[in-house]
């Protein structure tokens, strides 16, 4: 098992690390290079940067990724692809996408940008939680220790 970061707006990096590396558990962090860092991860972590492109990440975590790796990610068609393809997804808010809750996620979202691109507002995400981060480290820790 690894694990694939959807790493440019991933809030949980820190938590991924820190348990991953406490289990023995590989973890790759897949950015753009408009995200270049010269910060040292842990031994146990590796950084892969992507052309700034849209959905070049998603692109090559699939490219990487295989049936029981667990990818975190808040992109909801990079969770449909990752689920096609056996494997854990995680949503930095704590909750994890399955083949039962994918098809209304996807559906939301694409009533939301119809309602953006017929001039309406809709609101953006709600800002993370410490209750989301302790929710998403027992989640993920439920994952990396089956």
């Given at each position: 098992m690894k694990v694939y970061v959807d790493a440019d707006a991933c809030p949980v990096k820190d938590i991924i690390i820190k348990e991953?590396?406490?289990?023995?558990?590989?973890?790759?962090?897949?950015?753009?290079?408009?995200?270049y860092s010269l910060h040292e991860h842990?031994?146990?972590v590796e950084t892969i940067y992507v052309d700034t492109g849209a959905?070049?990440?998603?692109?090559?975590?699939?490219q990487l990724a295989?049936?029981?790796?667990?990818?975190?990610t808040q992109d909801y068609g990079l969770a449909s692809l990752a689920l096609a393809k056996g494997c854990?997804?995680?949503?930095h808010k704590g909750f994890a996408y399955t083949n039962h809750n994918i098809d209304q996620l996807l559906q939301s979202r694409y009533l939301s940008a119809k309602e953006r691109k017929s001039g309406k507002r809709?609101?953006?995400?709600k800002a993370l939680t410490e209750e989301d981060r302790i929710n998403f480290n027992?989640?993920?820790?439920?994952?990396?220790?089956k």
């Open positions: 991953s590396g406490k289990q023995n558990i590989a973890v790759t962090l897949v950015t753009s290079l408009s995200h842990p031994s146990h959905d070049a990440a998603d692109y090559r975590i699939m295989n049936k029981g790796d667990i990818i975190v854990y997804v995680l949503h809709t609101k953006g995400p027992q989640l993920f820790l439920q994952y990396i220790t």
